[in-house]
Structure formats: C-alpha cells, structure tokens
C-alpha cells in the first residue's frame, strides 16, 4: 500500500509469506447486513489461512479463497491463489483500511471506507469517521473480535546461542555451588563421626582403655561373642 514492504519482491524473506486479501462475507441468516457489506483481510498467507477456518466458524463468513495481495493490482485478478476470481474485482488501497493488528501487520479493509488522511507522513493522527454502518456492524464486530483473538502473534522460539547458554550457566553458578558446599559438609561430618572413636585412640589411650574395661565390668556379655 504505497510501501516497499508490500510487493513479490519481499514474499521470499517476509515471515509468514506472501501477502494475501481474502474478501469476507456474511449472508442475511446470521447477520442484519446488506450485499455492498464486504470486508477484506490483508496480511501474511501463513496466517491468513488459519483465520479463515475461525472467520467462517464463528462470523459465519461465507468461504474464499485467498488472493495475493498487491495494490498497484485488484484484489482479485492478481493471482493463480484464486480458482474463481471475482468477475467485478475490487481495488484495495491503504486509505480503505479500517483497523490495524499486531503491529499493523495485518489489517481489515472496506471499499466503502475512504480515511482522507491515510496517506500523511505523521505516523499517528487523525482519522475520518467509519461510517455508522460499518462502526456498529455486528459482523464487522466479529471480525475485529475473532482477529484479535485468534491472529498468531509468535513465530518458533529462535535457536539458542553461545550467549544464551553461557547466560543459562551463569544463572546455575550459585545453585551449582550450593549443592557442592552442602555435599561437603556432609561428607565432613559423616567422616568426622566415624573416625571419633580412632581420634579418642590417638589422643586418649590410656582413658579409651579405661572406657573398656569399666564396659567388660558392666557389661560382661559383651566378652562372649
């Protein structure tokens, strides 16, 4: 739309892939809507598609199949995505676009809308007014509602690198360090309690063979075995 960031120059190194527009629908038997009633989502075929399943599930969109994307081109002649194109295409432009998503990334559309200040520099400011129509659009609602929800924010986790390890094993230092301080003072005290009676030998011969004969008086079962 006006950017360099659209086009089949950029499908092969955007995320997501190529950009696409599916048209959305609705009939009279679920919604209070009139034909001219018709959206457009725009963004990436990787998530576009898993959308479409939810905007016919739950907004009762009537199933399309999506179209690549270019608005130097109508929506629906520009691609071999499209089994059926639509015999009256439809230009999408940027000043069509109605609400924005993740990041404007992705974006809902309505020729009937025209926003007269799409195209100024200023990255924020002012908007016309969506008509009543489209602004309190149960369908439309839907829409917005089943995007909001359901639109993949996250690609895979990156793969880890030598920093995020050598960052992992710094935060185990302390832990790693405590259990080694803990295991030796364990096995000093174990050693310690066992080679008490040794040290008494060393130290106080004469006291340990006291100890034993007052037991041999004491306790003179302990002589048999």
Not at 11 to 36: K, M, Q, Y
Request: hydrophobic share 40%.
């Amino acid at each position: 739309m006006g950017s360099s960031e659209y086009g089949p120059q950029m499908d092969a190194i955007r995320p997501g892939g190529l950009i696409v527009s599916v048209p959305l629908r609705t009939t009279r038997e679920h919604f209070n809507v009139t034909e001219e009633e018709v959206y457009y989502a725009i963004g990436d075929r990787e998530s576009m598609l898993p959308l479409l399943i939810s905007y016919v599930t739950w907004c009762h969109a009537v199933p399309a199949w999506p179209s690549t994307f270019d608005p130097r081109m109508t929506s629906s002649l520009s691609s071999s995505l499209n089994p059926n194109p639509n015999p009256n295409p439809t230009t999408i432009k940027l000043e069509n676009v109605i609400q924005y998503f993740r990041a404007s990334s992705f974006a809902l559309a309505s020729p009937a809308y025209n926003n007269t200040f799409a195209r100024q520099s200023k990255t924020e400011g002012p908007s016309s007014s969506l008509p009543d129509w489209i602004e309190y659009s149960p369908f439309r609602r839907c829409i917005d509602d089943v995007t909001y929800h359901a639109l993949a924010i996250m690609n895979k986790p990156p793969g880890q690198t030598p920093l995020d390890r050598l960052a992992l094993a710094v935060m185990y230092v302390p832990f790693l360090f405590a259990v080694i301080v803990g295991a030796v003072f364990v096995v000093l005290t174990v050693a310690l309690f066992e080679l008490r009676f040794w040290l008494w030998e060393i130290l106080y011969p004469e006291r340990m063979d006291r100890v034993r004969a007052a037991r041999q008086t004491q306790f003179p079962y302990e002589n048999y075995p």
